[in-house]
């Protein structure tokens, strides 16, 4: 450690003769003189060593007391500095550096998220740069606890969120909202009304009274458990106790009938390449680009463009915002050509199966017939199926209108007094 800090603070070695050499070490220890090193070489010379800044101090005492000290030796930092003082560009770039590396140490490069399940760490990171810190940012410069907060405010799917500062990197943890559980809103009366049109094939109600049976044709919008129950009146009495409005529930499963249709063009437009290419090179630093070489423009007016870029990696696992990109733009042409038609029937049949099991819920197809037809460079598939599923949806309990009691003070009747 002594042997660093004599270094950085520079040491001058001085060869002191004299008559009596005790007498100048005696001098040094008044003047409080530090001696890093002191060799006695013969009986009237010395070998002593001291720091830069108190080597005239030294050199003044040596003459005052009739001795003679010559400079044999400097080294550290401060000499090694003075070298360059003619050199202007080689000391301005040793102060840049040293500026680079204080700044440098102190600037974001890496940002690591953690705790993020549904979210990714890209939209975190995107609202992390909105709320102004991102790679590149200073980081004594960034308000750690107002981030914080503008961040749960800014994503609602977050319960918890916390910045850490370790040097170059943010460490991003966060927790996210745990969906509740859907509560049946059963406080809210409702029906059990029909999706689609289709016969009854089993009828569950699990809440409210069942308007339909099985083997019934029903249409879309059609009540099939009614939110209205009848309340059956208590043994003996045969007086009915009215109704109770409740959330319908209950599972109804149909055979329904279903049609879709999907078309293709039979010509389509298909890149030939040219072989003509284009190539262009950018540094990106901390998200800023700078283009290295390459043309100024493009030249095509149709091309594919490839991408390739290579991260500075020193650590395996961090990557540094340090990224060479090669873009690479390939010239096309568009040329029109014939779709096999069997290809193109097979395409439109899965996209049409996948569309049918979309639409269903709780079902399965029991019959599928097609029909295939070809006109106008058009080749179009439709799908007759009969399916099995389940129609039952919520919808909202319409009470039907009450009329009014004629007040016994009214005659009944038009205001001409029609009887």
């Known amino acids: 450690m002594k042997r660093w800090l004599g270094w950085l603070l520079g ?3 001085f ?12 001098l040094c220890a008044q003047r409080n003189l530090a001696l890093w090193r002191m060799v006695q070489q013969d009986r009237f010379t010395l070998v002593v060593q001291t720091t830069a800044h108190q080597a005239r101090q030294l050199e003044g005492l040596a003459q005052g007391a009739g001795f003679q000290a010559e400079v044999t030796g400097r080294r550290g930092l401060p000499f090694f500095l003075w070298r360059f003082r003619k050199r202007y560009a080689l000391l301005a770039g040793l102060v840049l550096c040293l500026v680079l590396f204080g700044v440098g140490s102190r ?3 890496t940002v690591d998220v953690s705790g993020n399940q549904a979210l990714s760490a890209e939209e975190i990171i995107a609202q992390l740069r909105l709320c102004g810190v991102s790679v590149g940012t200073y980081a004594p410069s960034i308000p750690v606890r107002e981030v914080e907060n503008r961040m749960m405010l800014a994503m609602d799917q977050l319960t918890f969120f916390s910045l850490n500062l370790h040097g170059t990197r943010a460490e991003v ?9 859907d509560l049946r809103p059963e406080g809210e009366p409702s029906d059990v009304v029909a999706a689609a049109d289709g016969i009854i094939t089993h009828i569950e109600p699990w809440a409210g009274d069942a308007q339909v049976h099985e083997g019934d044709a029903v249409c879309q919008g059609d009540v099939l458990i009614s939110g209205v129950m009848d309340l059956d009146p ?3 009495s045969t007086e009915s106790l009215g109704t109770r409005i409740v959330h319908a529930e209950g599972k109804v499963l149909a055979r329904t009938w279903r049609t879709l249709t999907a078309q293709i063009p039979l010509t389509a437009t298909e890149k030939v390449y040219t072989g003509e290419r284009t190539t262009r090179y950018t540094l990106s630093l901390m998200g800023k680009r700078v283009k290295i070489f390459g043309k100024s ?5 149709t091309y594919d463009t490839i991408t390739e870029q290579a991260a500075w990696t020193p650590i395996p696992g961090k990557t540094l915002p340090l990224v060479w990109e090669k873009e690479t733009y390939r010239a096309y042409t568009l040329e029109s050509v014939a779709v096999d038609p069997d290809q193109a029937e097979a395409l439109l049949r899965a996209q049409l199966l996948a569309a049918l099991e979309e639409q269903m819920d709780q079902g399965k197809v ?22 099995s599923e389940q129609i039952g949806r919520q919808a909202a309990l319409h009470l039907p209108a009450q009329r009014p009691e004629a007040s016994p003070l009214e005659p009944e009747g038009d205001a001409a007094g029609t009887p």
């Not at 423009?297 to 007016?301: A, L, M, Q, V």
């Not at 029991?366 to 399916?387: I, N, P, R």
Request: glycine content about 8%; charged content about 25%; proline content about 9%.
């Open 11 to 13: 040491l001058v070695t």
């Open 173 to 181: 943890i966060v927790r996210e909202r745990e969906e509740g559980p």
């Open 366 to 387: 029991l019959q599928t017939d097609w029909e295939v037809t070809e006109q106008d460079g058009m080749l179009e598939v439709k799908l007759l199926a009969q399916c």
């Open 107 to 109: 600037t974001i490069l």
């Open 15 to 26: 060869q002191v003769t004299g008559a009596q050499p005790e007498d100048f070490l005696n």
């Open 234 to 236: 208590i043994p003996p």
């Open 297 to 301: 423009g493009i030249p095509y007016e």
